[in-house]
């Protein structure tokens, strides 16, 4: 029996595999990706539903990662209108605020210049006049309230849309597929794996291990065995309420740790989101906590009144995802958010995985892997340019 032979396989079909699939099979490559469940059914699926700057990196000098952010942010408005737009965010400044309206006028300030200070970009102080159209915000003890842009998506639909594109250029998909083991045999893998049950098997020039929050569980089914890098998983949860703000996308400073909560319109209702919380257990089995949700909702309240008899058992619905961050001691909101990629061999890397990630910055990463992979992918016909393709 023939073994099918692809240029490469690209493991977990959420959106980093989703683009890492769309960036080989634009430059011409034949390419397989393995999901075991359905395209953005995890972490793709339950994120703040933001496509942004990341404003509070500057907070800890990540400036390159803000910089590529904004950019691909203005690329994804551009190629998928009717899936990313541009809103609104608000940014009450208290009395009792971590951080006072000088800093905040400072940081949106190098927000701009890093976006190109266009348009785009922009930002003011909202004056106070316009400060009781703020969809019912508290203002006692408000200093200053200021707004700048960002975008917003449907982060599975978003997913769901580059895997089409990738299959328009040629890419394979196969669902309720799990590897098995990936094999090394000189310069390619033979790759096994459970398709629907049935076992299957390939090879390919290279392997991209693209699984989100099952990156090391993926590479421990590789041979010979692979680095890793000892990580965390962080929850994230999201409550939505049935209510709704109109003005835009609200970004808050949680009373209990001062992080940074988002209080946004979804779908005609009300999402309030998210939590950091250490994970330990099965990823298939992430959960909203109770305690996740009371802090929620007692954020929520601190800045909206209307909310203040606002119990759990009002929340309509709840969801958690993972974020995969590196181990450390320091604090979780203090630690890089930057992609970082691990391969099998510095000198002629046949296998990457991709550790960490966002999903405004999806595209670039999947360019990073095709730069760092291009040594052993054969040579083809490039049939598009991903930074062009509409979604």
Same mark, same amino acid.
């Given at each position: 029996?023939?073994?099918?032979?692809?240029?490469?396989?690209?493991?977990?079909?959420?959106?980093?595999?989703?683009?890492?699939?769309?960036?080989?099979?634009?430059?011409?490559?034949?390419?397989?990706?393995?999901?075991?469940?359905?395209?953005?059914?995890?972490?793709?699926?339950?994120?703040?539903?933001?496509?942004?700057?990341?404003?509070?990196?500057?907070?800890?000098?990540?400036?390159?990662?803000?910089?590529?952010?904004?950019?691909?942010?203005?690329?994804?408005?551009?190629?998928?209108?009717?899936?990313?737009?541009?809103?609104?965010?608000?940014?009450?400044?208290?009395?009792?605020?971590?951080?006072?309206?000088?800093?905040?006028?400072?940081?949106?300030?190098?927000?701009?210049?890093?976006?190109?200070?266009?348009?785009?970009?922009?930002?003011?102080?909202?004056?106070?006049?316009?400060?009781?159209?703020?969809?019912?915000?508290?203002?006692?003890?408000?200093?200053?309230?200021?707004?700048?842009?960002?975008?917003?998506?449907?982060?599975?639909?978003?997913?769901?849309?580059?895997?089409?594109?990738?299959?328009?250029?040629?890419?394979?998909?196969?669902?309720?597929?799990?590897?098995?083991?990936?094999?090394?045999?000189?310069?390619?893998?033979?790759?096994?794996?459970?398709?629907?049950?049935? !076992?299957?098997?390939? +090879?390919? /020039?290279?392997?991209?291990?693209? =699984? *989100?929050?099952? @990156?090391?569980?993926? %590479?421990?089914?590789?041979?010979?065995?692979?680095?890793?890098?000892?990580?965390?998983?962080?929850?994230?949860?999201?409550?939505?309420?049935?209510?709704?703000?109109?003005?835009?996308?609200?970004?808050?400073?949680?009373?209990?740790?001062?992080?940074?909560?988002?209080?946004?319109?979804?779908?005609?209702?009300?999402?309030?989101?998210?939590?950091?919380?250490?994970?330990?257990?099965?990823?298939?089995?992430?959960?909203?906590?109770?305690?996740?949700?009371?802090?929620?909702?007692?954020?929520?309240?601190?800045?909206?009144?209307?909310? !203040?008899?606002?119990? +759990?058992? /009002?929340?309509?619905?709840?969801? =958690? *995802?993972?974020? @995969?961050?590196?181990? %450390?001691?320091?604090?979780?909101?203090?630690?890089?958010?930057?992609?970082?990629?691990?391969?099998?061999?510095?000198?002629?890397?046949?296998?990457?995985?991709?550790?960490?990630?966002?999903?405004?910055?999806?595209?670039?990463?999947?360019?990073?892997?095709?730069?760092?992979?291009?040594?052993?992918?054969?040579?083809?016909?490039?049939?598009?340019?991903?930074?062009?393709?509409?979604?």
């Amino acid at each position: 029996m023939t073994v099918p032979h692809f240029d490469m396989v690209v493991v977990g079909g959420g959106i980093h595999g989703a683009g890492v699939a769309q960036a080989a099979a634009a430059r011409g490559h034949a390419v397989l990706v393995l999901e075991q469940h359905d395209i953005g059914s995890g972490t793709s699926s339950r994120s703040s539903k933001l496509i942004h700057g990341g404003l509070r990196y500057l907070e800890t000098g990540q400036l390159p990662l803000v910089y590529q952010s904004l950019h691909e942010r203005e690329r994804l408005i551009k190629n998928a209108p009717n899936l990313v737009h541009r809103i609104p965010f608000y940014l009450p400044v208290y009395q009792h605020s971590k951080r006072g309206p000088l800093k905040i006028r400072m940081g949106l300030s190098l927000y701009a210049l890093l976006g190109g200070l266009g348009k785009a970009v922009s930002f003011r102080k909202v004056p106070k006049t316009e400060w009781a159209a703020l969809d019912g915000l508290e203002t006692k003890g408000l200093s200053a309230v200021f707004q700048y842009w960002d975008a917003q998506t449907d982060d599975q639909a978003l997913t769901q849309a580059v895997m089409r594109s990738a299959q328009t250029l040629g890419a394979k998909l196969a669902l309720s597929a799990t590897l098995t083991s990936a094999v090394k045999e000189e310069a390619r893998y033979r790759i096994h794996f459970l398709e629907n049950a049935e !076992r299957q098997q390939c +090879t390919t /020039d290279t392997l991209v291990n693209a =699984a *989100g929050p099952w @990156v090391n569980a993926v %590479a421990d089914c590789v041979s010979p065995p692979l680095q890793k890098i000892e990580t965390e998983w962080v929850q994230g949860t999201h409550i939505i309420i049935d209510d709704t703000v109109q003005q835009g996308i609200y970004y808050l400073e949680a009373p209990q740790d001062r992080r940074p909560v988002f209080v946004m319109p979804w779908k005609g209702r009300l999402m309030v989101g998210t939590t950091e919380t250490i994970f330990k257990g099965d990823p298939s089995e992430v959960r909203p906590l109770e305690s996740e949700k009371t802090y929620l909702i007692e954020t929520l309240a601190t800045y909206f009144p209307r909310f !203040r008899s606002l119990q +759990t058992s /009002d929340i309509q619905s709840a969801f =958690a *995802g993972l974020r @995969v961050l590196p181990k %450390a001691e320091s604090g979780l909101g203090q630690r890089p958010r930057e992609t970082r990629f691990v391969v099998d061999d510095g000198q002629q890397p046949r296998l990457l995985s991709i550790y960490g990630g966002k999903l405004t910055t999806y595209r670039a990463t999947a360019q990073q892997v095709m730069d760092q992979l291009a040594k052993s992918l054969p040579r083809r016909k490039i049939i598009a340019d991903t930074a062009e393709i509409k979604l």
